[in-house]
């Protein structure tokens, strides 16, 4: 099989996002006279375009983060790169740009669903022949259609938020120990997600009250819209960085990444005012309840109990509130759950 092949078949075997990303590049550096590969996130902050670095060629290796992109110090405003602020403007499908004398740079940006996040940037030392251009906009070409490929299978259908098997993937890896992730590390491209350390961050449950009350007076085509408008209410309520999940029927999650515990309450006790005061057409007012927990201490499957609890503690003590375990724990509200191990929830 042609070196080429052989490459399409590595990337299109990951089933991650960061994995895909870090393999692409990897093919595309083994083309002849390649110096440089990078992909670039495009992110909007203060409703300005801005553009950071995500994975890059460090020490031989490819390198991806995980930070934060709207505190990395790498980002700078999309107009510092004209040529692909032009070609995102327009919709083209790449550009190219001889940066400086002897620098070529090609970006070609990977549109999904109508919007651009990602821009694959190959930079070498002689201006791209014709044929080099058709084979990377190949290259690009099955990377974009896996992606969304990828993308589709982790969102539920009918908001679109990631599903719960993508929680189950995402969570685990977040909370597991940094030495374990050291462990099956060893080179970034081996594993995307090795770099990553575990972020500070709280889970929420996410709950919306009497929801069978919705179903049975409006019928499931107006409880389904109620479900929609409360993830597109979840989507406004929380940062990019933070992710939001439908976990099955009228249950969500939310991961708050990096953050302290009077802004988690505020962020969420803000979400559940936003449904409240939402007028739900037909329906009228629906509310939330909300159970949330650090997701320091424990197993993926104790931190969730722990929000469970803390969930059902708020439904049972009037619903439309938001509730923290440990709270409930220190004023003996509530009273620890012994781990089981042998209890396999995910
Ligand atoms: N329309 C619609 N309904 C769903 C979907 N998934 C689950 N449901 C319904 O959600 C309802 C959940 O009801 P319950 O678990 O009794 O909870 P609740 O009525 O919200 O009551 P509390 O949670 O105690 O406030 C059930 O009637 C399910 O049929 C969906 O995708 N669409």
Redesign the pocket.
């Known amino acids: 099989m042609k070196p080429i092949l052989q490459n399409l078949v590595e990337m299109t075997g990951h089933r991650d996002h960061l994995r895909l990303e870090v393999s692409v590049l990897s093919t595309l550096q083994k083309l002849s006279n390649i110096t440089e590969v990078r992909a670039l996130e495009l992110f909007s902050d203060n409703g300005k375009p801005h553009v950071r670095p995500r994975t890059w060629l460090q020490d031989g290796a490819l390198v991806p983060t995980d930070s934060d992109a709207a505190s990395d110090p790498h980002r700078e405003p999309l107009h510092n790169y004209p040529a692909l602020c032009k070609c995102v403007d327009n919709h083209d499908i790449r550009a190219t740009a001889s940066t400086s004398k002897g620098r070529y740079t090609l970006w070609l940006p990977v549109w999904m669903h109508d919007k651009v996040t990602t821009c694959l940037e190959i930079t070498q030392s002689r201006p791209f022949s014709a044929h080099k251009l058709d084979v990377i906009q190949g290259i690009s070409l099955v990377y974009q259609n896996y992606q969304s490929l990828l993308d589709y299978s982790e969102r539920d259908a009918?908001t679109g938020l990631f599903n719960r098997k993508t929680f189950d993937e995402q969570f685990s890896r977040h909370t597991a120990p940094a030495v374990a992730l050291r462990a099956q590390g060893g080179a970034a491209g081996d594993d995307g997600a090795a770099c990553c350390e575990p972020i500070e961050q709280w889970l929420a449950v996410v709950?919306?009250?009497?929801?069978?009350?919705v179903?049975d007076r409006f019928g499931?085509l107006y409880?389904?819209e109620v479900?929609i408008l409360v993830a597109n209410i979840l989507r406004n309520s929380f940062r990019s960085h933070d992710r939001i999940f439908r976990f099955?029927?009228?249950e969500f999650v939310v991961l708050l990444r990096s953050t302290d515990l009077s802004t988690a309450h505020k962020v969420f006790n803000r979400f559940r005012l936003a449904v409240q005061e939402y007028p739900f057409p037909q329906v009228g007012q629906v509310t939330v309840?909300v159970g949330f927990v650090s997701t320091s201490k424990g197993s993926p499957v104790e931190i969730l109990g722990q929000a469970d609890q803390a969930l059902y503690h708020a439904?049972e003590n009037g619903?439309n509130q938001v509730c923290f375990y440990d709270d409930l724990i220190a004023s003996g509200h509530l009273t620890a759950k012994v781990a089981n191990d042998d209890v396999e929830l995910f």
């Open positions: 009918l709950d919306i009250d009497h929801f069978k009350q179903n499931h409880g389904d479900l099955g029927g009228e309840s439904k619903r």
